[in-house]
């Protein structure tokens, strides 16, 4: 099969974190972005779910509430959260 050479630009960090990453999985940077090619292709799209507007509202709703947990309520007891929400 011949090969092609294609030159990418990715942040620094980003490729050295990669690299580690794919070094534990037994791969090199190389053949980690040939898998994620060649499953784009046989699936015909980018091979995992991109977040929605929901999902990301919901991950930032979900870092605020770790960032200030003192602005909302938490439960330790799961029959006063159900009265709670039944109320």
Partial sequence: ???A??????DNGVREKAQELFADLGLDLSTAINLFLE?????????????NADTIAA??????MRKHPERYKAYDDLDEMMRDLLS
Wanted: with cysteine.
């Fill in 1 to 3: 099969m011949a090969m």
């Fill in 5 to 10: 050479e294609i030159r990418i630009e990715v």
């Fill in 39 to 51: 499953q784009s292709i046989r699936k015909n799209c980018i091979p995992w779910e991109l977040p």
């Fill in 59 to 64: 991950m930032e709703e979900a870092e605020e």
